[in-house]
């Protein structure tokens, strides 16, 4: 069974200063890797997504890489802003579900 | 195109009520896939419909059932409703079956009482 593990669970930093996010994973056997974020009470919004052929996605200020092997991934985020505060979410995807970690609850401030 | 769509938006039951969730996929997806968000379980997949039929089920009891109708739009349905069935009920759309890639809608916010 697909045990997504995200650490830490929670991160308060300072604006501007640049961050990361961990995300590990039990079974290498996966088709892509997903970041979302969410905001109190609503939906997931995606943010990346990387195949399992792939090693890294950015968007903006947001890097996230992959390493299949080890079953880790990474979600950098440059420049943090009070805006990026929300929880971050990591999911597998390995066969015809998403296994998504507990999350990261990060606090940006000003 | 408009994105996933729940109804509603928030509902609140009493034990031992049933209740019924609706999704409304993506145009052209027809592949609709629940999951449940509680503070202690985090996201757990529910069950997946495509062309009205359940594809794969995950680790919930029997009160959890659902149903896709023919423009792909699914319900899901919570019998005896219990109060750890309190939770964030989030639905997601896809093009294909097991599809790899899943958009969310905003999700429905049910508390039992």
């Known amino acids: 069974k697909q045990e997504v593990t995200q650490i830490p669970a929670a991160l308060s930093v300072p604006e501007g200063e640049n961050l990361v996010l961990n995300c590990s994973f039990t079974?290498?056997?996966?088709?892509?890797l997903q970041w979302f974020r969410q905001d109190p009470g609503k939906g997931l919004t995606s943010l990346l997504l990387?195949?399992?052929?792939?090693r890294e996605q950015t968007s903006g200020r947001l890097n996230a890489s992959l390493d299949k092997s080890s079953g880790r991934s990474t979600l950098y985020i440059a420049a943090s802003q009070p805006g990026d505060s929300a929880t971050y979410l990591c999911?597998?995807?390995?066969?015809?579900?998403?296994?998504f970690g507990k999350g990261t609850s990060l606090l940006v401030t000003p | 195109k408009a994105g996933v769509t729940q109804t509603p938006r928030y509902l609140i039951k009493t034990r031992g009520q049933q209740v019924t969730l609706s999704c409304s996929p993506i145009?052209?997806?027809?592949?609709v896939s629940w999951y449940q968000q509680t503070p202690g379980q985090g996201l757990q997949f529910l069950f997946e419909?495509?062309?009205?039929?359940?594809?794969n089920k995950g680790n919930f009891p029997g009160r959890f059932s659902g149903r896709q109708f023919s423009n792909s739009r699914s319900e899901m349905n919570v019998s005896t409703l219990e109060l750890g069935d309190s939770a964030l009920y989030l639905c997601?759309?896809?093009?294909?079956?097991?599809?790899?890639?899943?958009?969310f809608g905003p999700g429905t916010r049910l508390t039992v009482t």
């Open positions: 079974d290498s056997a996966i088709y892509n």
């Open positions: 419909y495509f062309s009205e039929t359940q594809r």
């Open positions: 997601a759309s896809s093009l294909e079956a097991s599809g790899r890639v899943q958009y």
């Open positions: 145009s052209g997806h027809r592949s």
């Open positions: 999911a597998v995807y390995s066969g015809y579900a998403l296994n």
């Open positions: 990387i195949q399992s052929s792939q």
